[in-house]
């Protein structure tokens, strides 16, 4: 198993990518294939003792944070990205990873991958923490305008990701809505919540509001990618606030500052808890290979754990499981999902949104 | 002026409601109208020794927390929430609070005050805080779906009680989305985006995003109540959730602890900064007539804080500013708005998500 690693993208590429890879390498064992620039790369990896032991494959093109998702992968055939989808497509890697602009990400696994059959939207799947463990949502930004059909192929997909990837059995999958009863919510929730409760094979335990997602009342919450990223970035910015208003505080008192400073090691602690870079990438979830999208600013940390999710991934065959249980469950009923997307499809979707910032994994590249 | 509070609303009522009214009624001097079971309340007051400054109104019945709102307010015509607002209606308040089913507390403001001339539907008006003030978010929870008209005007009814109440000239008005641009978001907020940017005398600073409310990017954030809604319940478990964290690490380890000991004081006033109490409540706005919604779980502090609001309100004329901006704005054009409901046409948002839990001041109570 080898995973690709786009060394152009995000916000402290190739830096961050290259040691995020060298870590993966030497410390997970993950062979990597760092695609780039080769002599910003090379010059990279040279501060790394272990050097030798990540493979570089040269891209002469990048695509920017804010280029035009569909147009640069169409027209930088050479670019870091789309040659890290072409390893995969080619055998030569098994999963693709980028922190790089995340429309182009979702555009050429879309487009080169294809869908897997029964499923017309993928969708971005993050990790959260919550007070027990984590938990699973999707989708976090990908498809902002959702139907009833498309949140019952992602309640699918993040059981499967749920139960093989993080090792849940019969993960309690939770509708994100306004209220706990099937009737509160807005109208894509309330057929959302009578669709769910009529499928069979899914652990559905109904609604969940957003002060559940951190209580780990469910395993999957399921949302559309607008709420998805909303959820994302309201909490951000709750944490952000939190942390901020304690350390205003403290600042006010010296005995304050004396025992923030005693009790440090604990606030770092809870703060990593915090820290978007221990949950890695999240992985695009419905499309035939294995794309994992990182957030924008990651750091070698995040880049790691981002390479460790596709790992895993590839280990625990989530591509074959997600579309075994849609054949089981008789659910690859839709006529315009393909398993492989021959023409750019789906491009409307990726050019209205498909840029950096509507994405959880580029929240803060403004 | 007087404020009629129902006294048998919230999880503490009456003695937490009762409390509240005292304290605004001697500290913030504002007369006080206690509405409900006259013995029960008299037995609280009794604990006070300014205890008579409080008017006392009798009311046989109470709506449940979890009761049918339309038809509890037609039923229970003898219920607390009911005769508070005959008394708004009779001239002998001049604005209403309640802690109660907040279904039932919109069913009857918009029942028996009916709407301002121009609005369609009134909407929860909630105040969050942020790094450097305070921020108005609407709607937090009335209305579930809406229409770009709909958010137009929680605009206008917004920049009026930013300006009017909060002293906030020309307050900055965001729409929350995801993605700055005025391209990105769903098809409701690209829409509303348009709109805004092309209504004249709003101060609109185009998109904010969830991780922006905190920072104090708006005064005014306009959303429907679906997303308003989540975002007070997402930011209230993710403040949860961070303060947990840090209570878990801290009580790991004994030099921690002592810190925090040391820190106590700081720690506590960072902790009464994401208090709801400290918010008081949120105003119906749109109706023509004062309603103040008050948290659930509301304590004696929550209640003063929102009789205090209450009387801002009546002290700024907040109604009578958004009827003249509507009309100055020339945006008095809907048929379906009329400026006295004379039945309760707007049953099916009340009876859909009207009960206690769907909406923001509510979010503890199962």
Redesign the interface.
Known sequence: MKIAVDAMGGDYAPSQIVEGAVEAATKDRIPVILVGDEKAIKQELAKYPASSIVEVRHASETVGMDEHPANAIRRKTDSSIVVAANLVLAGEAQAMVSAGNTGAAMAVAIFKFGRIRGIDRPAICALL???NGKVVLLDA?AN??CTVENLLQFAVMGKEYAERVLKLPNPRIGL?S????P?????L?KATNARLRSTPGLNFIGNV???????GAADVVVC????G??????????????????K???E??L?????????????K??RS??DYAEYGGAPLLGVNGICVISHGRSNGRAIQNAIRAAAKAVENDVVGCISTSLQEKDMAWSDNASSKATSLNKQDTIE??G?G??SPVS??R?
Do not use: Y
């Open positions: 923490p919550t007070m930004g902002v305008d994100l306004i209220g706990e009863e009737t509160k919510g807005n109208e929730t509001e957003g002060k559940d997602i951190f209580r559309d990618g607008f709420d990223n909303m959820v994302l970035k309201v909490s951000e910015g709750m944490a952000e606030f939190v942390l901020a208003s304690l205003k505080e403290i006010n008192s005995i304050s500052r004396l025992g923030a400073l005693l009790a440090w090691q604990s606030l602690r809870a808890r915090l209205t949104q840029k910032s509507s929240q803060n403004e």
